[in-house]
């Protein structure tokens, strides 16, 4: 689709729905509105829910009238979320694992995935997105309006300005399907993205049900917050005591110098909080409420780094490794259609269910390219049943250090996290075992004790990485040398029309790659979507 020829106005619907009790099939006129919103970096210990001092009424409403996700999962970083979120798919799988996309990257999804608006759209749906991409912007293929939202207000990179003339790398990054409008637009970003979303369900058609999705930026560097708020907050004082967590001694560093980014970041929570509460009070005004799911949840966990801002505590660490605080995020669903008021949910759900589960409230399977890894729990999200996990979950991070690696692999009941430090001459690797139901908060660790299962564990984090594509995401914090940004983001991607009709297929002749892609083993894989089957002596299976 030419980006010039998408109109600006795409509109949105919403129908009623009947409980989750009814078994009668869901017919499309009855179909819920699905909003997905999501934050960019918040802590654990950032919200109401979990005892912070910062307000967020909106957020702690929807766990009120709705339910509490208590062991809800991301990746470490940005992008791996988004791609899980968006595809029901492993990142490993994706090559979109190790680290985010870059504004210097080439990379995104596979076009050949099928993404979770692509699935909606199918079924009926219109589809919007309002806020922070970063799932690739190299070309056209990889952006959202290709990618199954009828309608896309917000920004392609990460780490964008709050204000006008809202840049990433110098470059203005603010736009509606494919048009720049950065240098029309006043505001905070965080209020705009609201707005936007607000008037977008307004004007919807109203005949028709909507999937919308709105990554906020916040509270995501840079530190950026109406003065009013900063203001508000100047004087927090809501230091955790626990040398646990990473960020206390580099909030009393922070103080001493007079950096202390936590008034600022909590400002922006506050400003996030607020948005919210605009596009739920747009649902309530539009009577469709009650018949709208509204998930909300944040892509990692809160940076304990650099003096970043964010509190996960009383969870283990942070954004950018795998032990709690990294991974397990606020997240909250109502529906009070289907959802009881209250409902507390216990069970292990990540991103990646979120694909199967939301189209499931809809009343229909997904159709997708290839096979989901995500799981529908729609039954654990409205309390009807505790949906166990026996199989491990898998997360890496490789930010921000390059050739330093945290990963983990967990069930209902174990919890590895395998740190691997890799210099030029050796690769130090240190186990850590936790039962995470007796020990959430990984104080104690097991792994000398039980070197067998520390070793299976291992195995399968050494089996999941050969999933990934040989020339997927690794930490590249640093442009390419001489690199240069485009004034405007808008213009960057490189048309539909001016790119090849099929996939590039790399330098190996068709006929050797799958001789290849055995022999690279650890390295990588060369076919996509490929599984290597020791069966057939590593030659890799297709999973789709």
């Known amino acids: 689709m030419n980006k010039k020829s998408l109109i600006a106005g795409a509109l949105l619907s919403v129908m009623t729905l009947p409980t989750l009790a009814s078994s009668a099939p869901i017919g499309q006129s009855d179909q819920p509105n699905v909003l997905v919103i999501m934050a960019d ?151 705009l993205l609201a707005d936007d979303t607000s008037r977008w369900i307004k004007e919807r058609d109203k005949d028709k049900p909507f999937f919308a999705y709105v990554p906020f930026l916040a509270p995501h560097t840079p530190l950026q917050a109406p003065a009013e708020l900063i203001e508000k ?122 694909f199967p589960t939301m189209a499931a409230a809809a009343g229909f399977e997904p159709k997708t390219t290839y096979k989901l890894d995500g799981r529908n729990m729609l039954n654990a999200m409205s309390g009807k049943q505790k949906i166990g996990r026996d199989d491990y979950v898998f997360f890496v991070s490789e930010t921000p250090v390059r050739n330093h690696f945290s990963f983990t692999a967990f069930n209902d009941q174990y919890k590895l996290v395998q740190q691997v430090d890799q210099s030029f001459m050796s690769i130090d690797v240190t186990n850590y075992l936790f039962d995470i139901n007796k020990d959430p908060y990984e104080h104690n660790n097991l792994a000398a004790n039980n070197p067998k299962l520390v070793a299976k564990m291992s195995e399968a984090i050494r089996e999941w990485r050969l999933l990934h594509p040989l020339n997927g995401t690794r930490s590249n914090v640093v442009a390419p040398p001489g690199w240069r940004a485009p004034k405007d983001w808008a213009d960057y991607p490189i048309p539909m029309e001016k790119l090849q009709a099929k996939e590039a297929r790399g330098m190996p002749p068709e006929r050797v790659k799958r001789v290849l892609d055995r022999t690279y083993g650890d390295a990588g894989r060369l076919i996509y979507d490929c599984t290597p089957n020791p069966w057939l002596m590593g030659f890799c299976t297709k999973n789709n």
């Open 233 to 354: 907050y100047k004087d927090l004082d809501d230091d955790i005591e626990s040398s646990r967590t990473g960020t206390e001694s580099l909030r009393r560093l922070a103080k001493l110098t007079g950096l202390d980014a936590r008034p600022v970041y909590a400002a922006m929570v506050d400003a996030m909080d607020q948005a919210i509460g605009r596009i739920l009070k747009t649902l309530e005004d539009e009577g469709i409420a009650d018949n709208t799911i509204v998930m909300f949840f944040s892509d990692n966990g809160g940076p304990v780094y650099g003096g970043a801002g964010a509190y996960n505590y009383p969870l283990r660490g942070g954004k950018g490794n795998t032990f709690e605080g990294g991974i397990r995020v606020p997240s909250v669903a109502r529906w009070p259609a289907g959802i009881p008021a209250g409902t507390q949910v216990d069970s292990i759900m990540t991103m990646m269910d979120v």
């Open 41 to 191: 970096d918040l802590g654990w210990a950032d919200v109401g829910i979990n005892g912070s001092k910062i307000e967020t009424p909106n957020i702690d409403s929807l766990a009120a009238e709705g339910a509490t996700l208590e062991r809800f999962y991301v990746a470490p970083t940005c992008s791996p979320t988004r791609a899980g979120l968006m595809t029901g798919r492993d990142p490993m799988r994706l090559g979109i694992a190790y680290a985010t996309v870059m504004p210097w990257s080439n990379n995104g999804i596979n076009p050949s995935e099928t993404l979770m608006p692509q699935s909606f759209s199918d079924h009926g749906y219109q589809t919007a997105m309002f806020g922070k991409w970063h799932l690739g912007m190299s070309q056209e293929s990889y952006v959202p309006n290709e990618r199954g939202f009828d309608y896309f207000y917000g920004h392609l990179n990460t780490e964008v300005d709050y204000f006008p003339p809202y840049k990433n790398q110098g470059g203005a990054d603010l736009q509606r399907n494919g048009v720049s409008v950065a240098a029309d637009t006043e505001g905070y970003a965080t209020y």
